[in-house]
């Protein structure tokens, strides 16, 4: 394929002062192409991005980008035929005021080009009043090194400020000769009117006609879209033009190298704007040419983004509609966009194609965009765009992919189907401990089982065996399927808490005492492969410091305990030996239910479960029955917020039954495939601190209080 056709360069030179040129691929440089004719070489062939600043540095600047400041010195000496650096040295009869602007504004440039040297932007072949395409200090053009860094100095030399165009880098800044800091706004204020004729264009030649036919773009495609070329020099390069009912606002420019100019002052508008005037859906894409495939496959409501795409999300909040320059272009299809009710975002599938989706996405509503995901082109790669997927798969698979497309995601919002792979790990049980894990008593398995990732409250009346229960439980949990815990357990001092438990785990006493009755005590060995087993298995929370700790700061040591560990459950007896400092205006019901819901968090987040000990306020006229649920000191969101709730309570009456019979009342399960509400008994054995199921299941006294589940 060959764009270079041999014309007379004097065309180029009248295209040179209403052309922005666009370099690299989809980012758009806007300066004015020919700085200075003094100080560049001529370039004898074409063919690479860097090639165009060439051919266009033979041309000297007709015209400055801007107009040149009638209050400049400069501004009779811009006559089409002189630039900045060839302003003649030979006195002439000019007045003494004149004469002394020039010296400031001398003095102000050298100045200006110091400082712009101390940024790394060498100037000191720019000349005021127009950009200045150089290589960018920060990126340095990328790999292929082209100019995008377009630098403007003031036509008084007061100030410069550039821009680089390529997205990836981004680098704006500016700097005042007198030190201060000048805004960098590359956008051009005043539009210009164009015409077909005006900025010279003409139909396609069968050489680009081939082009595009390579790309599966028709013929009858390019003429209803208006697709024209143009000829720079001696290059004839595509014109995309964009039209907003029935008028030309501006026109974009590839060469077949993938250059991009852009008429400069036009209105930035979406390409194919008039073909969504109608339309309540809207596809957007990243690309003229994609535009055109879509067509191919059968969508005429498609528009392409005439700028490249961001290189990541802005962090940003969206500026202001003055303020939001690079995505002028939504702003001023609003009229259109705003009509749509469904948007299909389909740009490119790499890094910055989603990036524009998420900019285009944020600002048109996320709750009425779509997006589209390109089908696989192997194993681990998909198609980048819509262009792609037309050469490669044929219109049908790229209608296909449009009409595939998704809700776009709304942070917070779900569809079952993103959890489809859950649902079926559940279901086939993949997760492991779908049904809970046994506490180890079987009375107890109908009405409760261990769920990780659930919160369980546990009451009783003081000394009724809470903490006894639950080290048990947590013995036999080890014992069965190897779980870790954190101890948050203020109460104990750590040596007592290690014997309750070793004797737990090596079902003999401690100590010959009379608890032991005549059962021997653990022996020494017994004791230190008790003391690794403990070590290997519980893990204390304990707050060094006078104060009580707060549950951020258990928490925040229990999802290290977590990380470092791999626990699976957290105990946190009592409630009562938190710090519970609330601020003035939190009624204790708002704080329990705050600190609840972090517990709940910590809980799902890191499928740990917690057992949180909670005291029953004091009973009044107390007949020896076990308390419920809403007896608990503090607030009734214990029974709301918990996932289960339990009470432990022991006979203490020879005559209701044996006075080692415990009761575990549950109260409230959440989870019904973990189990239900009932009464479990368990015989406790006080030698070794273990439980065991109860054979009988007598009628213990209940205290008589309403039902309320
Ligand atoms: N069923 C029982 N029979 C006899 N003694 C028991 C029984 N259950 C627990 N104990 C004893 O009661 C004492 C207190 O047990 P534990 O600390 O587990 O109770 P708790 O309900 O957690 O108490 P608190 O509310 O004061 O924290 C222990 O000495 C324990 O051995």
């Known amino acids: 394929m060959r764009f270079l056709l041999r014309l007379p360069q004097i065309h180029f030179r009248k295209l040179s002062c209403s052309m922005s040129v666009l370099m690299g691929s989809k980012q758009f440089l806007e300066f004015c192409l020919l700085p200075s004719f003094a100080s560049y070489p001529s370039s004898p062939s074409y063919s690479s991005s860097r090639q165009v600043s060439s051919v266009s540095r033979r041309f000297r600047p007709v015209l400055a980008s801007r107009p040149v400041s009638k209050n400049s010195p400069y501004y009779q000496r811009t006559n089409g035929l002189s630039s900045y650096n060839s302003i003649p040295r030979v006195p002439t009869p000019v007045d003494t005021e004149v004469e002394a602007d020039k010296r400031v504004v001398l003095s102000r440039l050298v100045t200006l080009r110091r400082k712009l040297a101390e940024q790394g932007v060498d100037a000191e072949n720019c000349p005021p009043g127009q950009h200045s395409g150089l290589i960018c200090p920060t990126c340095e053009g990328g790999n292929s090194g082209e100019k995008s860094l377009s630098l403007f100095i003031a036509p008084d030399g007061s100030s410069a400020t550039w821009n680089c165009f390529r ?10 000769a007198d030190g201060g800091l000048a805004s960098a706004d590359p956008i051009e204020k005043v539009e210009r009117k164009i015409t077909v004729e005006g900025i010279e264009l003409e139909p396609l030649c069968d050489e680009i006609q081939d082009y595009f036919a390579a790309r599966a773009i028709s013929r009858k495609t390019l003429e209803r879209n208006r697709v024209m070329q143009k000829r720079i020099g001696d290059e004839i390069v595509i014109a995309f033009t964009y039209w907003q009912r029935g008028e030309l606002v501006s026109c974009k420019y590839r060469s077949l190298t993938k250059m991009f100019f852009q008429e400069r002052k036009t209105r930035r508008i979406l390409y194919g704007l008039d073909d969504i005037e109608k339309t309540s859906e809207v596809i957007i894409v990243e690309g003229e040419i994609d535009k055109l495939a879509m067509e191919e496959a059968g969508f005429l409501n498609c528009v392409s983004v005439p700028d490249g795409a961001p290189a990541k999300v802005s962090s940003k909040e969206i500026p202001s509609e003055d303020k939001d320059t690079k995505y002028k272009f939504l702003w001023n299809c609003n009229d259109y966009l705003k009509k749509a009710s469904r948007i299909v ?3 490119d599938g790499d890094g910055p194609g989603q990036a524009m989706a998420e900019e285009i996405a944020r600002r048109l509503g996320k709750e009425r965009c779509w997006r ?12 980048k765009d ?3 997927v037309l050469m490669s798969k044929g219109p049908h698979l790229l209608k296909e992919a449009i009409l595939d497309a998704e809700p776009y995601p709304i ?5 079952f189907k993103d959890f489809f792979d859950e649902i079926d790990a559940y279901y086939d049980r993949t997760h492991g401990h779908e049904y809970g894990v046994s506490t180890g008593w079987k009375n107890l398995d109908n009405l409760y089982s261990v769920v990780p990732g659930e919160l369980t409250v546990v009451t009783g009346i003081p000394n009724s065996g809470k903490s006894e229960w639950i080290d048990a439980m947590l013995c036999n949990l080890n014992h069965s399927v190897g779980w870790k815990f954190a101890l948050c357990s203020m109460e104990n001092k750590v040596r007592d808490h290690a014997r309750k438990l070793l004797e737990k785990h090596i079902k003999k006493p401690f100590f010959d005492a009379d608890y032991g009755r005549s059962v021997q005590r653990m022996s020494v060995e017994e004791k230190d492969e008790g003391k690794k087993w403990l070590n290997d298995t519980f893990y204390p929370i304990r707050c060094e410091m006078d104060s009580l700790p707060s549950i951020d700061w258990v928490l925040e040591r229990a999802k290290a305990a977590v990380l470092r560990y791999g626990i699976r459950g957290l105990v946190i007896d009592p409630y009562n030996e938190l710090d519970h400092q609330r601020t003035p205006r939190q009624t204790e019901t708002e704080y329990v239910s705050q600190m609840l819901t972090k517990i709940k968090r910590f809980s799902q987040h890191h499928s740990c479960h917690v057992w949180f000990v909670a005291h029953p306020k004091q009973l009044q006229h107390w007949d020896g029955g076990a308390p419920n649920l809403y007896d608990i000191s503090g607030s009734a969101h214990f029974i709301n917020k918990c996932d289960n709730g339990i009470i432990v309570h022991r006979n203490r009456d020879e005559n209701a039954g044996p006075l080692d019979l415990v009761q575990i009342g549950v109260r409230k399960v ?6 239900q509400i009932g009464d479990a008994y368990l015989c406790y054995d006080r030698t070794t601190g273990s439980y065991s199921d109860s054979p009988v299941t007598p009628g213990m006294p209940e205290r008589r209080s309403p039902k309320r589940y």
């Open 167 to 176: 997205g990836k880098c981004g680098l704006k800044g500016g700097v005042r």
């Open 345 to 347: 975002i389909a740009t």
């Open 372 to 383: 589209v995901k390109w089908p696989k082109k192997s194993e681990d790669e998909h198609f």
């Open 386 to 388: 819509a262009n792609e």
């Open 411 to 415: 942070l917070g919002l779900f569809s």
């Open 670 to 675: 959440r989870n019904k495939v973990a189990g």
